[in-house]
């Protein structure tokens, strides 16, 4: 081979090489300013949501919640859900690099496996986090909504600061999670914070777990409508619920006031005992019910505070994130 032609092989492979790194440098480029993004996924009893933040951000890039249709199973369900994060994943702006979510019901938080769903059937035994690490290819993380809620309200609402801390959802039922030292505590079962069937009155009004007087059957929203209906029901036109129930103690109805104010007692008598076992920093009340009132507040904390040892603290607090404390939780929960 003559000079001259080594000369034009060497200048060829130049070339090529400056022609990829044209074409390379962009690429790279383009992947470093592209924004890194967590998928957070809350899996409630009867609706979805699904939102997008990059990492170190607090809005959401995109967020949608869905109802689910009577007579779902996990099978249409995860359908439901997947279809939900590929179409908020399709229109943003970034890669994706985590995945996390909030479970409504008991999961194992080491291996993501869902044990059971309280709303929905199908769902025993779901390796959750492995099927959404295959379907997106990103590291993922799953937690119980209680939990992830409690991980939530710490990293970003209303316990931020708190070495430790007890977060708790009265609803349609009453659950609860506690965080210490930064972490979810998860028990041996994974199922530490069932504050809900803690026994709140022996012998009392039948739960959904098959007990009976746990503090859920006496406290929580549909408790409250219950206890209406059975004490003052006969002759009144009211579908009594929680919220109905709280509406009219608010506006002075005596026989609402003596339920409200029945179940807010028992609600405290149960933190005061919560609060005696691990005296938390601080605790944090979130759900509908919590939007009954001052009268519902102050009897709370009255009756926790006299429970609770007096060395100790009583700091109950509302909640900061409102229905969106499992998916701020979610995204905590990936540890981006
Ligand atoms: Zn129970």
């Given at each position: 081979m003559g000079v001259g032609k080594a000369k034009f092989l060497i200048d060829r492979r130049l070339a090529i090489l400056l022609?990829?790194?044209?074409?390379?440098?962009?690429?790279a480029q383009l992947g470093k300013?592209?924004?890194a993004l967590i998928l957070a996924l809350d899996y409630g009893g009867t609706k979805h949501t699904a939102g997008i933040v990059a990492v170190g951000e607090r809005v959401w890039l995109s967020?949608?919640?869905i109802s689910s249709p009577l007579g779902a199973d996990a099978c249409s369900d995860q359908a439901t859900m997947l279809k939900l994060a590929?179409?908020?994943?399709?229109?943003?702006d970034g890669r994706l690099i985590a995945v996390g979510v909030s479970f409504g019901g008991?999961?194992?938080?080491?291996?993501?496996?869902?044990?059971l769903s309280h709303h929905v059937p199908g769902w025993e035994d779901t390796p959750l986090r492995d099927q959404l690490q295959a379907e997106f290819g990103v590291p993922a993380a799953v937690g119980n909504d209680a939990n992830v809620a409690a991980l939530g309200e710490w990293k970003f609402g209303a316990g931020q600061g708190c070495p430790s801390f007890l977060y708790v959802t009265v609803s349609t039922g009453i659950g609860s999670g506690w965080v210490l030292h930064g972490q979810i505590f998860n028990g041996a079962d994974g199922m530490a914070g069932e504050i809900g069937h803690v026994i709140a009155r022996p012998g009392g009004a039948e739960c959904?777990?098959?007990?009976?007087?746990?503090?859920e059957a006496e406290a929580c929203g549909p408790a409250i409508g219950r206890k209406m209906r059975e004490r003052w029901g006969a002759g009144s036109p009211e579908p009594w619920t929680g919220e109905t129930v709280a509406r009219a103690a608010r506006q002075g109805d005596p026989r609402a006031q003596?339920?409200?104010?029945?179940?807010?007692?028992l609600l405290g008598a149960g933190l005061g005992g919560a609060i005696n076992l691990m005296n938390p920093e601080r605790v944090v009340l979130g759900g509908g019910v919590t939007k009954s009132g001052e009268r519902w507040?102050?009897?709370v904390r009255e009756t926790a505070r006299f429970h609770a040892l007096p060395q100790m603290r009583v700091d109950i607090q509302p909640a900061a994130l409102s229905d969106d404390a499992p998916l701020w939780g979610a995204v905590a929960l990936t540890g981006k």
């Open positions: 022609n990829l790194d044209q074409f390379l440098l962009p690429m300013d592209l924004k967020y949608e919640r590929r179409k908020l994943l399709a229109d943003a008991p999961v194992d938080g080491l291996t993501g496996t869902v044990k959904v777990c098959g007990k009976r007087g746990c503090l003596e339920v409200m104010d029945e179940a807010a007692r507040w102050r009897l």
